[in-house]
């Protein structure tokens, strides 16, 4: 992948080609998104790559009234999506070494 960003030039199409490539999503870590917009939970899946947490694809799945109800989708469509039953693939929290500071 090409991580040089400049303003003034595009990306190029084999950039997305992990997006289509779609081996990685079995070494992939599901998490999900919570999101409060105007009123409703928005529900929103990600899916990062355990190899480069950089490589994830991120899904809008639907929108919900309640927190609770929203939670419980999001835990559900996650046991689903998963690969790996145990949910034993995590990604490294502090990978970047990123200071809040």
């Not at 960003?5 to 990306?11: H, K, L, T, Y």
């Not at 997006?19 to 409703?40: F, M």
């Not at 919900?64 to 689903?80: P, Q, T, V």
Request: positive net charge; contains cysteine.
């Amino acid at each position: 992948m090409n991580f040089l960003f400049s303003q003034e030039q595009r990306g190029l199409a084999c950039d997305l080609n992990f997006i289509k490539n779609g081996k990685w999503l079995k070494d992939s870590e599901v998490r999900y998104r919570l999101s409060l917009e105007k009123g409703r939970w928005h529900l929103c899946m990600l899916y990062v790559w355990i190899e480069n947490p950089i490589q994830l694809i991120c899904r809008f799945i639907d929108h919900y009234d309640s927190e609770n109800k929203a939670l419980i989708y999001a835990e559900l469509f996650k046991r689903g999506m998963q690969k790996d039953a145990r949910g034993t693939q995590k990604t490294k929290e502090n990978a970047f070494s990123i200071n809040p500071n």
